[in-house]
């Protein structure tokens, strides 16, 4: 019997074309590292734990000034239509009615706060809550954000610069569109520069002064890649960050991928993989998709909250692989739902995240995986078992695991099943993972029969369960030499 080591990074599974597709790992965060066994490791990803019930569902939140400035480090989030604080212990204080529903965007000056909800646009000065209300202001806003002294707007069709002098007064000949056919999606900043993303470009604009419009295409710096909603870009790592695409040759639009822009280039990080998954959406769907960027330790995310999933990139894995790498996280103990951490938001030593489908936010945590105290699963698979071709009797297959964390009180299982065609699984065998504080957990499996092709397996869990994935040992002795 040999001993082969399988990775635990990534696996395989078919789809009905059939097709050979990447399975993402579910719930568990790939990490590249040297620590001695493989090259790499799957670790829980974060729990979620209530902190508190606002006046409605979450819509997005922002930190506002430091321990000595105006806004007092003080977190923000707008909840249903209300703009409410909220404390370290979870006190929320509603300060007043900002209306609409769905993401907000929030930026902020040195003075004042900027909230844009159901088209409006609201200043905070941490005293008063009021509405722009000039007559030059364009109706409908889409995006905003707060640039060199200036409140920056657009409806989508122009864009709109407050005067230095007054941020509530807006000058009726500071107009500016893209001079192209393609609707503006959002206002994003990155080094001070303003990027206005379109559906298939984004343009870049400086600030040069003058009595008119004072911000000046940047010709040379245009990127030809774009949105496909509003929401569906953010600043990531210094880079614009889109969901979308350019136009063909043929101008035709490309199908939707995920590109990072930057200095008149774009790089395309989304997988064939990430890429086929988004062809499962509709036009609409994507559209209505919500992306964010974490600065996590020792990890950059950028995560795209999908209608039923979240997928997640990480910059700093991808660098040192050498190829993009991405997870899922799901909210679901069966198959996939919508993952209940949005709005992700650093306040008071800790990440708040909101629910988009009750009036809870929670915090992530690391001693648990548990979403609002209801269990979710996570899921691995392993690369194609093949052994050259001649087949093979499986006799052990033992997971090397950091064991013992797992929920205080419970003796929970973990469970592998496999497939010879890539697409239908046996059942589960189940093996217990261990009781909390069980660090020498042998998690092994015996007498998996014998394959003439390929074999994937495939090892399931949930959150009373957790533990960290290192490497596969598979005990195999081949059929024929």
């Avoid at 941490?126 to 722009?132: E, G, R």
Wanted: net charge neutral.
């Amino acid at each position: 019997m040999e001993i082969v080591p399988i990775p635990v990074l990534s696996g395989l599974y078919v789809d009905g074309r059939p097709d050979v597709r990447v399975a993402l790992p579910v719930n568990m965060v790939p990490i590249p590292s040297q620590e001695g066994i493989a090259d790499g490791y799957l670790s829980p990803a974060e729990g979620i734990q209530a902190l508190a019930l606002g006046p409605g569902v979450d819509r997005g939140g922002v930190v506002w000034g430091d321990s000595s400035g105006t806004g007092g480090g003080v977190h923000y989030r707008v909840m249903g239509t209300d703009l409410v604080s909220v404390t370290a212990t979870g006190a929320i204080t509603t300060i007043g009615s900002v209306g609409g529903s769905g993401p907000v965007r929030m930026d902020f000056s040195f003075d004042r706060l900027g909230i844009l909800s159901g088209g409006l646009l609201w200043y905070w000065n941490n005293t008063t809550l009021i509405q722009v209300t000039d007559v030059n202001i364009p109706a409908s806003l889409i995006d905003m954000v707060w640039v060199d002294g200036y409140w920056m707007v657009t409806d989508g069709t122009v864009i709109a610069v407050s005067t230095l002098a007054d941020p509530t007064t807006f000058n009726a000949t500071s107009y500016s569109g893209t001079d192209r056919p393609d609707p503006i999606k959002a206002l994003l900043k990155v080094l001070n520069e303003v990027h206005v993303v379109s559906r298939s470009f984004i343009d870049v604009f400086q600030n040069v002064g003058g009595t008119g419009f004072p911000f000046s295409r940047v010709n040379n710096a245009v990127i030809t890649k774009g949105a496909i909603g509003t929401r569906t870009a953010c600043v990531f790592d210094d880079k614009v960050a889109v969901l979308g695409g350019g136009r063909s040759a043929s101008n035709n639009e490309e199908l939707p991928s995920i590109h990072l822009a930057h200095n008149a280039q774009s790089l395309r990080i989304s997988t064939l993989e990430i890429d086929r998954l988004l062809t499962g959406y509709t036009t609409a769907q994507l559209a209505a998709v919500f992306v964010e960027s974490v600065v996590h330790p020792g990890a950059r995310f950028l995560f795209v909250h999908l209608p039923d999933r979240t997928i997640v990139y990480d910059a700093m894995a991808s660098a040192v692989v050498g190829q993009p790498v991405w997870h899922i996280r799901t909210s679901a103990l069966q198959g996939f739902s919508l993952y209940k951490a949005r709005y992700i938001t650093r306040a008071h030593d800790t990440w708040v995240v909101g629910d988009t489908s009750s009036s809870a936010i929670g915090t992530w945590v690391h001693t648990g995986s548990q979403h609002y105290g209801l269990p979710v699963r996570w899921e691995f698979s392993t690369p194609m078992l093949r052994n050259k071709g001649v087949g093979a009797a499986l006799h052990q297959l033992e997971l090397l695991a950091l064991t013992g964390a797992v929920t205080i009180g419970t003796n929970p299982t973990i469970a592998t099943s496999y497939t010879e065609d890539g697409e239908l699984f046996t059942q589960d065998y189940a093996i217990p993972s261990g009781a909390i504080g069980d660090r020498a957990k042998k998690l092994l499996w015996l007498n998996l029969g014998r394959w003439n092709g390929f074999r994937i397996h495939r090892f399931r869990g949930d959150s009373a369960s957790r533990l960290s994935a290192l490497l596969i040992n598979a005990g195999i002795s081949p059929l024929r030499f």
